[in-house]
């Protein structure tokens, strides 16, 4: 199994060099670069996040249009071309792409990730600024899904057709339909002073002045402030799951081995945990790593913007609008680098449920 980790470790920096290269590939093509944002507004207009979707004037969404079809070059009539000249060196865009790409994979490889166009700060300490709450939504998320999820299937499977797993389906479906972000606001109108009762905050993951908090305080703020944003995540992302592990014990259940095992007059529990359970949850630990970087990410990216928690989905959000490709890059990096090591944990996995697994003998 050493030996199958080792290989795996070394197979993830080919395929990180494969994301960056595609990632800085298509950004090149992506029109309202940095140095045309710039000019625009010297120009006078705006270019952010608001001109984009409706916060800006009509002449603001007109130049966001007309400096996504322009070169840097025809954007900047009007300007010293010597300035225009400096402001393509301030990004580093008067270096030929090939140079800058192999540059910034050189860097990548000490986590040295550039600095941002915007907030003037290293790109690695603002992802560590941000990390925070980013784990703190998809671990706990996550966990909970799953220690929800895997007993809730486990039963229906069981209890098939009964009136158990016919009233858990109806509220499962209703979790499945309803996206999180209504959940939460419909959380903010019952607990957070929306219109009923004012029981939890709306914003941050700590109050004011949590430095002269004892450990016990602090971590009860904490899980005070967490409670709703993590609630609004679970209730909607169980579902998916609980029917994933319902199917795959059911698909177990019905097997000739399983017939086998209970008629050499073993208990219901040993056939279902000693010899079902392990067969069955290989399906539902295969989509782990998926599950894990969708909550981590684009799962709560909108949650984020609700409860006010600024983590890593909206500050990859918000630096994909204003072209920030420093951050971009950086955080695509860094969930890309998550993504390929909770793979091989899954692998990890797969043998200790299964040990009859053996990826080394397999060659992969």
């Known amino acids: 199994m050493l030996a199958y980790i080792l290989k795996r470790l ?3 920096i080919p395929t990180l060099f494969g994301i960056l290269l595609v990632s800085f590939t298509i950004i090149q093509f992506v029109p309202g670069g940095p140095v045309e944002q710039m000019i625009a507004q010297l120009q006078g207009h705006s270019v952010d996040a608001t001109a984009r979707f409706g916060g800006g004037t009509a002449s603001d969404v007109s130049m966001v249009q007309s400096t996504g079809s322009e070169s840097a070059y025809e954007a900047s009539k009007g300007l010293d071309p010597e300035f225009s000249a ?3 060196k301030l990004y580093g865009f008067d270096k030929p792409v090939h140079v800058r790409f192999f540059e910034m994979v050189g860097n990548y490889l000490t986590f040295n990730l550039g600095t941002s166009y915007y ?9 560590l600024e941000k990390m925070p709450v980013s784990i703190s939504l998809g671990l706990w998320s996550t966990i909970i899904i799953y220690l929800v999820s895997i007993p809730l299937g486990i039963r229906k499977a069981v209890k098939d057709g009964e009136s ?6 109806a509220v499962i479906f209703i979790g499945y339909a309803i996206p999180n972000f209504l959940f939460a606001i419909l959380l903010i109108i019952l607990f957070a002073g929306g219109r009923y009762f004012d029981l ?23 899980m005070w402030h967490m409670t ?32 086998t095992a209970r008629a050499k007059g073993l208990t219901e529990k040993q056939v279902l945990y000693k010899h079902v359970f392990r067969n069955a949850m290989l399906i539902v630990i295969a989509g782990f790593p998926a599950a894990f970087i969708s909550i981590f990410f684009t799962g709560s990216l909108l949650i984020e913007v609700i409860f006010s928690l600024d983590g890593l989905g909206l500050l ?14 950086g955080t695509l990096y860094v969930f890309s680098l998550i993504g390929l090591l909770m793979t091989l944990v899954r692998d990890i996995v797969y043998v200790y449920v299964d040990p009859r697994i053996d990826f080394e003998s397999r060659g992969t």
């Open 164 to 169: 158990f797993d016919i009233w858990t389906s």
């Open 86 to 88: 400096e402001l393509e």
């Open 119 to 127: 907030r003037d700060i290293d790109v690695f300490d603002l992802v």
């Open 316 to 329: 990859g959000y918000e630096s994909i609008i204003n072209r920030d490709y420093p951050v971009v890059l």
């Open 200 to 222: 939890f905050p709306l914003r941050g993951i700590l109050s004011d002045g949590w430095q002269d908090m004892s450990t016990l305080q602090l971590i009860a703020d904490y």
């Open 10 to 12: 070394l197979l993830i």
């Open 228 to 259: 709703l944003p993590i609630l609004s995540i679970v209730i909607s992302g169980f579902a998916s799951l609980t029917l994933l592990t319902k199917n795959s014990f059911l698909d177990e259940i019905n097997k000739q081995y399983v017939l």
